[in-house]
């Protein structure tokens, strides 16, 4: 498999597998975690099946508004969600695709393997995101849910 247009986070995260599900499976959780502070979520809609919505809305301190919406498209309860902006709803194609992300939790000493993988439709999407700060904002993300996981 060709990972040169990959971006990837793994981690051990001190948290339950099943509590970090539940913050990736459940609106009311997602919002908690899932942007980089100081921005915040407002909206998460979610629904858990392939070819479901995944929206989020995304609000930076200066008024910045990001709407994302895509669709799922592999869910294995506790263990893999994969979700792309390929598509807005169902199977209706979007504009620009940018990214597919496959997040997968499993069993580790000390905690749950987290691993965040963003796989890009080109070099140039892939290089466009790591310049925006992939590495450093999703970090920061991934011990936000680690933080809200833990405290469930």
């Not at 040169?4 to 539940?22: H, N, T, Y």
Request: glycine content about 8%.
């Amino acid at each position: 498999m060709d990972t040169s247009r990959d971006l990837v986070i793994e981690r051990i995260l001190k948290a339950p597998r099943a509590a970090l599900w539940r913050c990736w499976s459940e609106p009311d959780l997602l919002r908690r975690w899932f942007c980089p502070e100081p921005w915040r979520v407002s909206e998460a809609q979610m629904e858990l099946r392939p070819g479901g919505r995944f929206r989020t809305v995304m609000n930076g301190p200066n008024g910045e508004v990001v709407d994302s919406t895509g669709v799922y498209l592999d869910v294995v309860a506790g263990e893999r969600l994969v979700f792309t902006d390929a598509f807005v709803k169902a199977w209706e194609p979007s504009q620009k695709p940018f990214m597919t992300a496959t997040i997968t939790l499993a069993e580790a000493a000390g905690g749950t393997r987290y691993v965040a993988r963003a796989a890009h439709w080109s070099e140039a999407d892939r290089k466009a995101h790591e310049d925006m700060g992939f590495m450093e904002g999703w970090g920061k993300v991934a011990g936000q849910l680690e933080a809200v996981a833990a405290s469930l």
